[in-house]
């Protein structure tokens, strides 16, 4: 019993959906709330501007190297075990439900605030 469930909860909710996640916001705070503006709120905290170093890393190097970690979860995917046991596929159908269930409901939940908010995007 609990272990099992343990392996499968480790295995679909650990990895990838956290890594998606942390990609998910990585790109909102470098993309959509921009590289400058959080470069003035962590100025108004700590006295300075974050170096270009900094900014560089924010803006490109950690979504695409997030990004190539969540492609490389998903290519090197396995399905589950514990031991000598072999999850069955409904199993693997019950995980990647859980996996799907956390990683979809931010870009959901994004895409019906615009939608639904009054304006344009670029505003």
Known sequence: ???YVFTLLDHFAAGTSIL???LIEAIGIAWFYGVDRFSDDIEEMIGHRPGLY???C???VSPCFLLF???VSFTTFGPPSYGKYTFPMWANVVGWCLAISSMSLV???AIYK???LPGKFCD
């Open 1 to 3: 019993g609990g272990m």
């Open 54 to 56: 900094w900014r560089l």
């Open 114 to 116: 615009i939608c639904s």
């Open 69 to 71: 970690m969540v492609v």
């Open 20 to 22: 998606f996640g942390v």
């Open 107 to 109: 870009p959901i939940y």
């Open 58 to 60: 924010w803006k490109f």
